[in-house]
């Protein structure tokens, strides 16, 4: 078949994508063309933590066959190619946190947020997506965030989020979350060390830690 049939078909079978150019569709779309099933696609797409760290058990415990467990490690690790590698480093203050994600969230026009995973020298382990929403916020449980910090086997983790109207100041809602958070991971015995929102479009950045509501 000619590749332009090709893309007709599959546009109009998936009008929310632009084949060719840029991603419109959301992910559970995109995990739902991929898996070719509604059902499992649903399911990844409300895994506590998010699917991209589930691990292959996970994924036989969520009903994928062993051809949708292998397509979703595959993009699992395309996923991880994706993000810029972060060098081994020792955090020290929130401004080396900051320094290092304003670039990578600042220009964003929906919100993520970041567990940073840290070892018993500050150093730093791993980055995990932990929440993305829209415009206006990301839909977060203290479970969601933990979850992933917990495997990764982390002595301490920092969140990081944006703000993409530009003011980095904690919201109330920012507040009540990093509260809760701060309380379980204390349970846990896996210290929330700070809480660092990055104001988009240039608007620096605040600290939890440094504005005191981290102690």
Not at 52 to 76: I, K, M, P
Not at 103 to 119: K, P, T
Not at 186 to 193: G, N
Not at 209 to 214: A, R, V
Request: aromatic content about 4%; proline content about 5%; charged content about 20%.
């Amino acid at each position: 078949m000619p590749a332009g049939r090709d893309e007709a078909v599959l546009g109009a079978q998936h009008p929310g994508v632009q084949l060719g150019g840029a991603l419109a569709a959301p992910e559970d779309e995109l995990l739902r063309i991929v898996l070719r099933s509604r059902r499992i696609a649903d399911r990844l797409a409300r895994a506590a933590g998010g699917w991209r760290d589930l691990s292959e058990h996970e994924l036989e415990r969520l009903g994928l066959t062993s051809v949708q467990r292998s397509a979703v490690l595959a993009l699992q690790q395309l996923v991880r190619s994706g993000y810029p590698s972060l060098p081994k480093h020792k955090f020290s203050c929130s401004a080396d946190i900051a320094r290092i994600y304003a670039d990578r969230l600042g220009g964003l026009v929906h919100e993520v947020m970041l567990g940073i995973a840290l070892n018993g020298r500050n150093e730093f382990m791993a980055e995990l997506e932990v929440a993305r929403g829209g415009r206006h916020g990301a839909a977060l449980t203290v479970a969601d965030a933990l979850r992933p910090v917990i495997r990764t086997g982390a002595s301490a983790f920092v969140l990081v989020h944006n703000h993409p109207g530009g003011d980095p100041m904690p919201s109330p809602e920012d507040i009540a979350l990093t509260t809760a958070m701060k309380r379980a991971a204390d349970l846990v015995s896996i210290p929330l060390v700070d809480h660092i929102i990055i104001g988009g479009r240039g608007g620096g950045f605040s600290s939890m830690l440094d504005l005191c509501i981290i102690q």
